[in-house]
Each structure stands twice: as C-alpha cells, then as structure tokens.
C-alpha cells in the first residue's frame, strides 16, 4: 500500500469521530460523558464485532453487533428550552434540532464508537485513489426512504451539488471542504457509485464526506424555491406525514416546549442475526422541560429514561442508584467547552449602524481588558460550588479530552486580582471612589452577560462571573435568556455584549471546528461577518487562524498536525476572545429496563440506539 494512503488510512481510524462540525450546545441529555475520579472509568463496555453487511431480498443490510432485542416500547430523554428550532438537518444550528435530524436523515459514513474509525452507513464502502485526491463510495443497493423509494447515487450528487455546495443552509460543511480555494467535484459513476475528486490530499476528508443524503425526488423543488424557502422547509410547523426520511426514526409528533415523538422507521436497512429489522424500540420521545431542576423531577418521578447527572447531584442520585432502578454510567470527560465570549465586532450593518456601541468597542478590542477579565475569574470556585468538585478548569480551545490538547496550556493560571487590575490601569482604565471603573474617557464599565435560561449551571457561571468582575469595578448585567432568542442574537442580529456558552465538538479532530475559528465561518462567535456589512477588517490574528486551519488539514502527520493545532490553542489562550472556564465531568443515569447497552467515551450512552430494546420484567 502506499505509504501516503496508509497514513489517511490510520488517520482515519484514529482521528474520525463525527460528520458534523461545532454546534452550540444546548444541552441534551442523552449526550454524556463521565468523571474518572468520582465513579471510575466505565467499564462495561462490550466487545463488538466487526460491522459488516448481509444481503437479504436484495437489500444490503447493515448487521447488529448486539445480541437480539425484542420489539415495542419507547425510551424517554429531554432536552433543556423551548425545543427544536427546525427538522431540516442541513438548516440546523442548534444540537436539539441536529440531534432530531440526526435520527431522521442517515449519513454515507459515522463512527464506530469504540475504535473511532470511519465505517460505513447508507454507503457500504469507499475505495481512496493512491494520489489521495479520488474517492469512490459504493451505497448499499435496495435501502429505501421512508417512503418506499430507493436511495442512490443521485440523492447523494444532489445533497453535494444542490445544496451544501450550492451554500444552503448552514454552510458548515462548505466551507469545511474548501481546500485550496476549490471544493471537491462530484459525480455519478452508476446508480449506486459516486466519486468525489479533490484539489490536494486533505486529512479530514473522509470523515467530511460521509454527511448526512437528502433526498431528490422531496427536495428538488424545494431548492428550486431559493434559499430563503430551503431555510423554512420542514420547519417546525411541518405535517411530520409530509416528512421523508432514511434514519431509524421519523417524527409522528411535535408539540411545542412540550415533546417531540419520533416512531420507528419500517424501512430502514439495518437487522439482527434472525434477519428481524431493526429498530427494536416503538417510538423516542424527547420531553421539552423548562430547566434542570424540572428535568431532575421528572426522572425521579419515572418520567424520563435517561438524564446527565450534575456534580452536585451525584450524592442524591448514588444514594437511590441501588432501589429506584437506574445505574450511573461514567464514560470520561467531557468533549465539548464551556466558555465567555466578547463581541469583537467593529463592523456596521448594511443600515449603516453599529453592532456593538463603538465605547464597548474600544473596551472588548483591548486586549489588556480581555486579559484582565480572563485573571479575575475563580474557576477552581465554579468547580468546586458549581459542579461539586466533579469539573477541571479549562484554558484552551481544545477540550480536556482532545488528543490534540496543548498540554503546555491546559494547567492555565490562577485567578490573580491584583494583576488584573494592574492590567486595565496600563490600559488607561482607572476607578473612582467608589470602586466604580471608568474607561481613560471617563465612561463608567457596563455591559450585558447572556446565557441560556433554564441552564442552570450555566446560569450559576453568570453569577460567579458577575461576582468576580464587581471586584475589578465592572458592573455586569447577567441577562439569562431562551435558548432560541441567544441563538438569534449571536447569529442574526450580533446585538450582544458577552455571552456564556457552550460548543460541542470532536475531541479526535480540531478542523471540526473550522466554523468557529475562520474568520468567516458561520459560528466565528466573536468577530461575525453578516452579508452588507460595512469595514470588514480581519484582525492579524485572525488571519493567522486561518492559515493554520488551512494547514492543519492539509498535513497528514499526526505530529506535525499537533504542532499546527498546538499553535491555533497558543493564539486563541494569548488573544483571548473567548475565556474558557471549566470542563464538567458529567455523569449519566438510565434506566435498568433499557437492554443492550453499551455506552462508549466515543459514541456516548445510547449510541446504538436502533439495538436497544426494553424489557419491562426489570
């Protein structure tokens, strides 16, 4: 084998782990991960066959690794806020309305939750070229739509050419796949053969091309419409009758800030030994509680099969671990980020007005400001009063999980007043006698802190942080809001000041995050650029983070690309745009009754959800 070709080849089974690029996170429950101190490393884990297909009246079916379940029953999750915001996966923003599109719409390849290696999905395999710039991906032959009809090589040219590269929706994986300012070609070779050529070898490629299929014969008009009516398709208003889908489920019912009932797919291409398809379950229910407090309620009144539990719930949750018919999972640390960001934007709207008021400009631009904010935040406090002791504090962009983490950076620095201070006096700021600080033009410090209500950590992060800017003379006004209205304001509007919140991401490949950290990526948080804007000046740094996130996906040496990637986490801890403050060590408990379990680091507890079962004996 060629020795390039045999690089990607271990890239691919060391670094894939997701599909899907950085997503706000708005907590969902059955996304855990665990805290090696308090419980221990999970061990439970099963080992798995390898996957293979098995063709059956002519259809490809994917096998089940899982010993065989039984049919019926539903299991019970939640999520945190008003619910999903769409169920057009290639629109969403949000991991509640991903998460849902991801049961619904299937993807060429995923992840094997317990090596990581790419394997395959709708598609049965992929052939890459020696010069690494070809792939050739076969599909399984007879997987169908919900609606009966055969999923091909053209829904997957059309998914590509129509919308993701036609710039639809969220541009994520666009903009992801730009290498060397071209983006790949596709084509059909025949009805279940599709090549992908690409400008130069490009290391995340094939976790990139494995992407969620739409179908043609449904979407094709609705593009034809424009992207205006693409970004209001299958909005949440929809028929679910009107849906069509390839996932293991599709939606029967959604009733807002209450529930989103998704039932079983008949047609979906994956079966047990004794040839029964699956999924095994009825339906999966997704409750839409107001808070945390409320969702620990329901679970404890039965309501709910699963839910994260918090660092200081875990003594109340250990204690009726034993009697009430639940186990806590422990899977290691968390993979996403927790974080402050500052609204750096200097620009003007297309009406000709300022996004963020030109004094708060000048402040949230200074870097010394930045800095000071950064030395006055007590995370060791937010560990031990917020998540109990079961959270590290966190320092860089990469999480606490990353094989990419900068570990010079990951210890960070203790919280440090007096150096803070000393700070935004270099920079001109100076308090009065009342402890009040002025900007050198004499301006009193004020700004607005948003978070997602109902969050409550989140919300206990807003208070500690308004708590220990009050030391440095900073008034800050801690506004919690729903989720939907934050969204809206960081993407749509940029009327923010500072927002408290958190990213999901891959801890096995950082160009995941190519959306938060180009400068015109569509979650680059801090700088937005918005179609009109005015002055659109990119910061030296940033365009340094641009270089390196080109490189880093071009090199396939594993050290080199930790080199590259050690780099980008040194410019974001010096710059400081975004303050991270802790990685919670999140746990996870569910119900006994749920059968073929197998929670993974990588996959998280109910990775395989189309092989769970319920046995309601337990």
């Not at 009809?149 to 639809?168: C, P, Y």
């Not at 489920?249 to 529930?259: H, N, S």
Request: hydrophobic share 35%.
């Amino acid at each position: 084998m060629d020795k390039f070709k045999k690089i990607v080849y271990l890239l691919a089974i060391i670094l894939f782990v997701t599909v899907s690029c950085f997503r706000i996170d708005n907590p969902t429950k059955e996304m855990i991960t665990t805290n090696n101190g308090i419980l221990g490393q999970q061990k439970e884990v099963t080992t798995y066959k390898p996957y293979s297909t098995q063709t059956f009246d002519g259809i490809d079916y994917r096998m089940s690794r899982s010993p065989i379940g039984k049919y019926g029953g539903q299991i019970v999750t939640s999520t945190i806020g008003e619910g999903p915001k769409t169920f057009n996966p290639w629109v969403s923003k949000d991991a509640t309305s991903s998460q849902i599109g991801d049961l619904m719409y299937d993807s060429l390849f995923t992840t094997d939750p317990v090596t990581g290696e790419v394997i395959p999905s709708l598609a049965k395999e992929m052939a890459v070229s020696n010069d690494l710039k070809t792939y050739t991906i076969k599909l399984r032959q007879g997987v169908k739509w919900s609606d009966g009809k055969e999923i091909t090589a053209d829904d997957v040219v059309f998914t590509w050419e129509d919308i993701i590269l036609a710039g639809l929706g969220n541009t994520s994986i666009r903009d992801s796949v730009l290498i060397d300012g071209e983006y790949p070609h596709v084509r059909k070779i025949d009805k279940y053969t599709v090549e992908f050529k690409i400008k130069k070898p490009f290391a995340p490629f094939q976790r990139i091309v494995g992407t969620q299929i739409a179908p043609e014969h449904i979407f094709k008009d609705v593009v034809k419409k424009g992207a205006r009516y693409f970004d209001s398709y299958l909005g949440t208003t929809i028929n679910p009758k009107d849906i069509v889908a390839s996932g293991p489920f599709i939606l029967e019912e959604y009733v807002p800030a209450q529930r989103v009932i998704l039932k079983r797919n008949p047609n979906y291409y994956a079966m047990d030994e004794q040839h029964n398809l699956l999924p095994y379950i009825d339906k999966y229910v997704i409750l839409i509680v107001g808070d945390l407090n409320n969702e620990l309620l329901k679970f404890e009144a039965g309501e709910l099969d699963v839910i994260s539990v918090r660092g200081k719930d875990l003594a109340r949750f250990k204690s009726k671990e034993k009697k009430s018919g639940f186990k806590i999972y422990n899977l290691g640390p968390n993979t996403g980020t927790m974080f402050l960001a500052f609204n750096l934007n200097t620009r003007k709207n297309k009406e000709g007005k300022d996004y963020v008021p030109p004094i708060k400009q000048k402040w949230f631009n200074n870097l010394n400001f930045r800095t000071a904010i950064d030395y006055a935040i007590d995370r060791n406090a937010m560990v031990y009063n917020i998540a109990n002791g079961a959270a590290e504090p966190l320092f860089t962009a990469e999480s606490l999980s990353s094989i990419f983490l900068n570990e010079k950076l990951a210890s960070g620095h203790e919280q440090n007043i007096e150096y803070a201070k000393q700070l935004l006096k270099d920079a001109g700021f100076y308090t009065d006698n009342n402890g009040v600080l002025h900007d050198k033009d004499g301006n009193i410090v004020e700004f607005d802190l948003y978070t997602n209500a109902g969050q409550t950590e989140r919300e206990a992060c807003g208070v500690m942080v308004k708590e220990d800017l009050k030391e440095l003379g900073i008034k800050v006004n801690f506004k919690p809001i729903e989720f939907n209205s934050l969204v809206n304001k960081m993407m749509t509007t940029s009327d923010w000041d500072m927002v408290l919140m958190g990213l999901t991401g891959s801890p096995l490949e950082p160009h995941s995050g190519k959306n938060v950290w180009y400068s015109k990526g569509h979650l680059h948080l801090f700088n937005m650029r918005f179609q009109g804007d005015t002055n659109d000046t990119v910061l030296d740094w940033e365009k340094e983070l641009d270089d390196i996130i080109e490189q880093g996906a071009l090199e396939l040496d594993y050290s080199k690309r930790k080199e590259i990637y050690d780099k980008y986490q040194q410019i974001i801890y010096d710059e400081r745009p975004i303050i991270y403050l802790y990685s919670p060590l999140t746990m996870t408990a569910v119900r006994n009754r749920i059968k073929n379990l197998y929670p993974t680091p990588l996959g998280g507890t109910l990775h395989n959800l189309d092989e769970l079962y319920i046995d309601d004996s337990i």
